[in-house]
Structure formats: C-alpha cells, structure tokens
C-alpha cells in the first residue's frame, strides 16, 4: 500500500511544472464580420431569389487554394449564418484567419454569377497566457472599408455590400 500512495504521489508531482515554455492555455479569435447586402436602391437582398443562404458557398483562400468551408460538426458548418431578428437580415460571417497568411482571404460565392473577395489583417500575439488574433482591417474586392482606427469606437464590424 505504502508503494503505491508513493506511485500515485510521483506521478501527480511529476505532471506539475513551472515550464514559463508551455503552451497557452487558450485563444482569443476575433475574425466575426456582420454583412448587409442590399440592393442600389437600398433594399435588403438577403434570402431573396438572386441571394438565396442554401446556395451560398465560402471559401478561405489557403496557399493559392480555394478550400469550400463545410464543417458538419460546427454549430455554423459553412462559417456564417442568418440572422432573420435583425432589421434589416444580416449575415454574420466568420472570416479566413489562417496563420499561414499575411492577409487571409475569405470568398462569398452568393450565386454562380457573384462572388466577393474579403480580405483582411490580423494582429495577432500573446497577453495574459492567451494567444489573441484580433481583426484590424478589411477589404472588399481589394478596396479597404473597415479599418480598426476609424471604427470610432464600435465594437461591431458592420459593412454594407451594395449589388
């Protein structure tokens, strides 16, 4: 009895470490996007005939592949949803945030004639034992229109795609 309290008490001393080398204990991902698409004259388009949510596709464009997102698992498997309570519909949308690129790159297949490019920036580093990525900027077909240091303090990215 008395080898196997000493066993147990090993084995629970040599699982703790004071390593400052050990990984971080959690992860801090800001890469949320909410979308309104509306139409020149101002009309909602979401969930109409032309952008109907079954038939969009996202892709993250990952070492100059395009790679459809499609994670049955997840509670959003393609990486957005509907958001049918806002007034006017919105789609939240859950950017590329792949660390393997400098500026990830999420497409929206809207139908097979539409497709928007979302680029973006990340900060990223470590705080308080957590890694963070924190999105700082985002472009739409190549034209900046968010930017982190003129969002005048919201905390919501919001932007608005006109077709």
Do not use: Q
Not at 4 to 23: H, P, Q, R, V, W
Not at 47 to 63: M, P, Q, V
Request: hydrophobic share 35%; aromatic share 10%; with cysteine.
């Amino acid at each position: 009895m008395k080898n196997l309290i000493l066993l147990i008490g090993l084995l629970i001393f040599n699982s703790c470490s004071t390593d400052s080398n050990k990984s971080n204990d959690a992860i801090n991902i800001d890469n949320g996007v909410t979308i309104f698409l509306k139409s020149i004259e101002g009309n909602n388009l979401l969930n109409t005939t032309n952008y109907n949510s079954n038939a969009f596709k996202i892709y993250y464009k990952i070492n100059n592949e395009n790679i459809e997102i499609n994670n049955p698992n997840n509670d959003f498997p393609r990486n957005f949803y509907i958001n049918n309570e806002s007034n006017p519909i919105s789609m939240k949308l859950f950017l590329n945030h792949s660390v393997t690129e400098e500026y990830p790159i999420t497409l929206i297949e809207w139908n097979n004639n539409d497709t928007d490019t979302i680029k973006t920036y990340f900060r990223r580093g470590i705080e308080n034992n957590t890694d963070y990525e924190i999105c700082e900027k985002i472009w739409l077909n190549d034209v900046l229109i968010w930017d982190i240091s003129t969002a005048n303090g919201l905390t919501e990215r919001e932007i608005t795609i006109l077709k």
